[in-house]
């Protein structure tokens, strides 16, 4: 029985049906195109001198119909593959559909973006084609208990046999399976293996969807959004957020080199607070800047507090407004009614922060660093969290459970190592080891200036004052004397690190995908080995929340 959430789509194998019954009928009209060169007895006579010019033309057009429907394949090759600029190569392994309907998804949303993508099914790549791609997008089922799809045997029995080198490929897996089955996700985890151990480079790490879980599937799009360059696209399906309250806001590195960083505290604007756990995510529903709303009301010439009658008359078009996506183009807008311009709407896309606190505190705390568009105004989500959401005011708030990253057990040490705002959830696994009573725990943390980047100071150095830090390792890159990353300070300790793990340690990474990860797992393959390193993920001791 294949495990739900995974599949091979009925679409795509019509369209060869629909293909195969074209040129059959053309067959058949060439066969009585063939038959009036005959007269009386047909076979195997030949043709009359006269008519030798229409058995050429026949032949002729027979080769034109074939290489017609011949071509499609070559011409599905984006020009810039064949320049040399090889396009976006989007693969899915498919049993029952939903795969390859999500990587049609996928690739339609980077399309439109403006990218170039080839879209296969992975029974169509081998390695000569991923040695060639420069970036790929792979989503892949489970089915029965940890089996590839069908068609993906060819790829499995063939191609992951071979040991190409793909240092050049850059790549990211959605793995789908079900949790109920022994073997979750078993053949997207394999496939994932088989990329990094030929030398291919994670975009983002592997996202796993048990039972077509939405938030995953979430979490999926808006890294899409970060491949294309475009954080503002819809969410295929929009949380469904709670109220919850901006209790507090504070600026914490006020005359930084960087951006500034905000840490937030916020409580349910009713009821009880909810369970969570060290590792998981808010997604947060974000709203436009009031001023923004207001000139397009006042371009308009409409009243924002003109109450929807979709929404039974409780929201405003103003309200609507700030949590919509606002339209780039008015021209055809003026004169339209509240409820007219409603309909048009469409929601703004989450954002996700790590949780940096534990619900024994009382509070949901995140650490917001402000990131500016490309015009330099605030970003969507921080510029709402930490510049116009007012205090008291309410925020659209999901939970969202990040199994990968969860902690590990309280016998084992922990090393924990993070830069930048990934000190978030770095502190709530601290907390939570401390509520636990466990003490081997070891924090990496990086940043810009010990004076003014050093975030949760105080907390930390008292935490390792009291034995809960058994080691704290901190790295300044802009300090005079110091210039070092986390990643280095990790490599100055390589015997330690070795120690730690030989005693059952695990490994948790949380912060910038794009320079600190790379280093930090550059750094445990040296001081670990690769086969080392990559048994530690195997096993489930080293994870990461990077981004």
Same mark, same amino acid.
């Given at each position: 029985?294949?495990?739900?959430?995974?599949?091979?789509?009925?679409?795509?194998?019509?369209?060869?049906?629909?293909?195969?019954?074209?040129?059959?009928?053309?067959?058949?009209?060439?066969?009585?195109?063939?038959?009036?060169?005959?007269?009386?007895?047909?076979?195997?006579?030949?043709?009359?001198?006269?008519?030798?010019?229409?058995?050429?033309?026949?032949?002729?057009?027979? #080769?034109?119909?074939?290489? &017609? =429907?011949?071509?499609?394949?070559?011409?599905?090759?984006?020009?810039?593959?064949?320049?040399?600029?090889?396009?976006?190569?989007?693969?899915?392994?498919?049993?029952?559909?939903?795969?390859?309907?999500?990587?049609?998804?996928?690739?339609? &949303?980077?399309?439109?973006?403006?990218?170039?993508?080839?879209?296969?099914?992975?029974?169509?790549?081998?390695?000569?084609?991923?040695?060639?791609?420069?970036?790929?997008?792979?989503?892949?089922?489970?089915?029965?208990?940890?089996?590839?799809?069908?068609?993906?045997?060819?790829?499995?029995?063939?191609?992951?046999?071979?040991?190409?080198?793909?240092?050049?490929?850059?790549?990211?897996?959605?793995?789908?399976?079900? @949790?109920?089955?022994?073997?979750?996700?078993?053949?997207?985890?394999?496939?994932?293996?088989?990329?990094?151990?030929?030398?291919?480079?994670?975009?983002?790490?592997?996202?796993?969807?048990? !039972? #077509?879980?939405?938030?995953?599937?979430?979490?999926?799009?808006?890294?899409?959004?970060?491949? #294309?360059?475009?954080?503002?696209?819809?969410?295929?399906?929009?949380?469904?957020?709670?109220?919850?309250?901006?209790?507090?806001?504070?600026?914490?590195?006020?005359?930084?080199?960087?951006?500034?960083?905000?840490?937030?505290?916020?409580?349910?604007?009713?009821?009880?607070?909810?369970?969570?756990?060290?590792?998981?995510?808010?997604?947060?529903?974000?709203?436009?800047?009031?001023?923004? &709303?207001?000139?397009?009301?006042?371009?308009?010439?409409?009243?924002?507090?003109?109450?929807?009658?979709?929404?039974?008359?409780?929201?405003?078009?103003?309200?609507?407004?700030?949590?919509?996506?606002?339209?780039?183009?008015? *021209?055809?807008?003026?004169?339209? #009614?509240?409820?007219?311009?409603?309909?048009?709407?469409?929601?703004?896309?989450?954002?996700?922060?790590?949780?940096?606190?534990?619900?024994?505190?009382?509070?949901?705390?995140?650490?917001?660093?402000?990131?500016?568009?490309?015009?330099?105004?605030?970003?969507?989500?921080?510029?709402?969290?930490? @510049?116009?959401?007012?205090?008291?005011?309410?925020?659209?708030?999901?939970?969202?459970?990040?199994?990968? =990253? *969860?902690?590990?057990?309280?016998?084992?040490?922990?090393?924990?190592?993070?830069?930048?705002?990934?000190?978030?959830?770095?502190?709530?696994?601290?907390?939570?080891?401390?509520?636990?009573?466990?003490?081997?725990?070891?924090?990496?943390?990086?940043?810009? !200036?010990?004076?003014?980047? =050093?975030?949760?100071?105080?907390?930390?150095?008292?935490?390792?004052?009291?034995?809960?830090?058994? @080691?704290?390792?901190?790295?300044?890159?802009?300090?005079?004397?110091?210039?070092?990353?986390?990643?280095?300070?990790?490599?100055?300790?390589?015997?330690?690190?070795?120690?730690?793990?030989?005693?059952?340690?695990?490994?948790?990474?949380?912060?910038?995908?794009?320079?600190?990860?790379?280093? &930090?797992?550059?750094?445990?393959? *040296?001081?670990?080995?690769?086969?080392?390193?990559?048994?530690?993920?195997?096993?489930?001791?080293?994870?990461?929340?990077?981004?």
């Amino acid at each position: 029985m294949a495990a739900p959430g995974s599949g091979t789509g009925s679409g795509g194998a019509s369209r060869p049906l629909l293909g195969n019954l074209a040129v059959l009928a053309v067959l058949a009209l060439l066969a009585g195109a063939l038959l009036t060169l005959h007269g009386g007895a047909w076979w195997p006579a030949a043709p009359q001198p006269s008519r030798w010019w229409l058995c050429a033309l026949v032949v002729v057009a027979y #080769a034109g119909t074939s290489a &017609v =429907f011949l071509w499609p394949r070559r011409a599905s090759l984006p020009d810039t593959a064949i320049a040399g600029e090889p396009p976006l190569l989007v693969v899915w392994a498919s049993q029952t559909g939903f795969a390859s309907a999500l990587a049609e998804r996928s690739a339609a &949303v980077l399309r439109d973006c403006g990218g170039n993508v080839l879209l296969l099914p992975l029974d169509q790549v081998d390695a000569g084609r991923l040695a060639d791609t420069r970036r790929a997008l792979f989503i892949a089922s489970t089915t029965g208990e940890g089996d590839p799809p069908d068609h993906a045997l060819h790829f499995l029995h063939e191609t992951m046999r071979q040991s190409p080198a793909l240092p050049r490929l850059q790549y990211a897996l959605l793995a789908l399976g079900d @949790r109920e089955y022994a073997h979750f996700c078993a053949f997207g985890r394999q496939l994932d293996e088989w990329l990094r151990g030929r030398g291919a480079q994670p975009l983002f790490d592997r996202v796993e969807v048990d !039972n #077509a879980d939405e938030a995953a599937l979430r979490h999926w799009q808006y890294e899409l959004g970060r491949i #294309a360059d475009s954080a503002d696209l819809a969410d295929w399906s929009p949380p469904a957020y709670e109220s919850w309250r901006l209790a507090a806001r504070e600026l914490l590195n006020p005359g930084s080199q960087g951006a500034p960083v905000h840490d937030l505290a916020l409580e349910p604007a009713t009821g009880t607070l909810p369970t969570w756990q060290a590792g998981d995510i808010a997604e947060i529903g974000p709203r436009n800047p009031p001023a923004r &709303v207001q000139a397009l009301l006042d371009r308009l010439g409409l009243d924002g507090g003109a109450r929807l009658s979709a929404t039974g008359g409780e929201e405003t078009l103003a309200a609507l407004l700030a949590r919509s996506q606002l339209p780039e183009d008015i *021209q055809a807008l003026p004169g339209l #009614a509240p409820d007219a311009l409603a309909a048009q709407l469409r929601p703004l896309p989450h954002r996700e922060y790590s949780i940096a606190s534990i619900p024994e505190e009382g509070r949901l705390r995140l650490l917001v660093r402000e990131m500016p568009r490309a015009d330099g105004s605030p970003g969507l989500g921080s510029g709402w969290l930490c @510049r116009y959401a007012p205090l008291g005011g309410t925020i659209d708030l999901r939970l969202r459970g990040n199994p990968g =990253f *969860q902690p590990p057990p309280a016998e084992r040490p922990l090393i924990l190592v993070g830069n930048g705002t990934g000190i978030a959830g770095l502190r709530a696994h601290l907390r939570a080891r401390i509520r636990a009573g466990a003490r081997r725990n070891w924090l990496l943390f990086g940043e810009r !200036n010990a004076d003014r980047d =050093f975030f949760y100071r105080g907390e930390l150095m008292e935490w390792r004052a009291q034995g809960w830090l058994e @080691r704290l390792d901190l790295a300044f890159s802009r300090d005079e004397g110091d210039g070092a990353y986390v990643q280095d300070r990790l490599h100055a300790a390589a015997d330690i690190l070795r120690d730690w793990v030989d005693a059952g340690a695990c490994v948790l990474v949380c912060g910038n995908a794009s320079g600190m990860a790379p280093g &930090v797992d550059a750094a445990m393959a *040296q001081a670990l080995g690769e086969e080392r390193r990559d048994a530690l993920r195997i096993e489930g001791r080293y994870r990461r929340d990077v981004y």
